[in-house]
């Protein structure tokens, strides 16, 4: 039987040559410090910070220190997320600040209100009248 003669060594992932060092990732950009402090803090306290869908709620941001929940924001059209948290930061300073919530989830002129459910009872309870 005849030995057959290897071909070529396949080439590697990426096309990069073996002991050819590959494209570094950039340096992750260095958060501001105290940019989201409030957020930071409720976090901190063993709050919740929510962002996402609270059906029927699309875009939803909650802050909720673990007694309360501080502020509700509705996500506005063409925003963005790290817009959203800076407004949820400053409605939790006005919240901390006034000791009421900042709410644009519910419409006091409706009659149907929403309120964060625990988790273990599943999603937003919808509630009519108060």
Do not use: C, F, W
């Not at 003669?5 to 410090?33: C, V, Y």
């Not at 419409?107 to 964060?116: M, Q, S, T």
Request: no cysteine; charged share 20%.
């Amino acid at each position: 039987m005849e030995r057959r003669r290897k071909g070529a060594r396949a080439a590697t992932p990426g096309g990069l040559a073996p002991g050819q060092p590959g494209p570094t990732a950039a340096a992750p950009p260095k958060p501001n410090e105290g940019a989201l402090a409030h957020v930071e803090a409720v976090i901190d306290a063993g709050g919740q910070i929510l962002l996402g869908t609270i059906a029927p709620v699309h875009g939803a941001a909650v802050a909720h220190d673990g007694h309360k929940t501080l502020a509700m924001l509705r996500r506005r059209p063409n925003e963005s997320a790290a817009s959203l948290l800076s407004r949820l930061d400053a409605a939790i300073a006005t919240a901390q600040q006034t000791g009421s919530r900042v709410d644009e989830i519910n419409d006091p002129a409706r009659d149907e209100h929403y309120a964060i459910a625990k988790p273990a009872l599943g999603p937003a309870v919808k509630t009519v009248g108060r």
